[in-house]
């Protein structure tokens, strides 16, 4: 047994975005995450997921694009203090990675099967970039929702956004928090 990396799983927290800090991960390092995070089952080697990554420039751009679909989904002007928010939510860590879930209609591929796969490379993608020692939050938030965000991301029409993880160096260690009790969430069946 590997104790190593059990202890690295036991110990695994999110980070929240605003407690992200530079430095993010560097080009290979990059290259590395994005490999590990693919390697999830996959039925039918369908690839049903993709990875956009935001970062530098492209956060504020998008940030923009952010802050225009607030404008437009909101029912009152938002307020500025809002609007400043949303421009800067994919500035709150050096590194955000948008996972795409892609459905592919398939006889053997059931479009569940595809999104828990994508729901996989998410969470590969965290365990990749926290085993280099970078601090993750993998969040979906209203953007993920939006139709304009969507648009903007250039989702296709079998496409949708699995959630936005956030990629930095944590300028703390998180606090642990309550986990369920396992006696809580674990039966056995035919006992």
Not at 70 to 82: L, T, Y
Not at 158 to 179: K, M, S
Request: some cysteine; proline content about 7%.
């Amino acid at each position: 047994m590997d104790n190593a990396i059990i202890d690295f799983l036991s110990r695994r927290r999110s980070v929240k975005p605003g407690r992200l800090i530079a430095p993010g991960p560097s080009a290979a390092e990059l290259e590395t995450i994005l490999t590990i995070a693919s390697r999830v089952p996959d039925h039918k080697k369908l690839a049903p997921w993709r990875f956009i990554v935001i970062e530098g420039p492209a956060q504020a751009k998008l940030g923009e694009m952010i802050a225009e679909a607030c404008i437009a989904a909101e029912k009152e002007p938002p307020s500025h203090v809002r609007l400043e928010t949303e421009r800067g939510r994919l500035a709150r860590a050096p590194m955000v990675i948008a996972v795409i879930s892609r459905v592919t209609a398939h006889r053997s591929a059931p479009e569940w099967e595809q999104v828990l796969s994508a729901g996989a490379a998410s969470f590969n993608l965290c365990l990749a970039a926290n085993a280099l020692g970078y601090g993750t939050s993998w969040l979906t938030e209203w953007i993920a929702y939006n139709k304009s965000v969507g648009e903007a991301l250039g989702l296709a029409e079998n496409e949708r956004v699995a959630g936005f993880v956030y990629i930095g160096t944590p300028a703390e260690r998180p606090e642990e928090r309550e986990r369920p009790a396992l006696s809580d969430i674990v039966t056995r069946w035919g006992e």
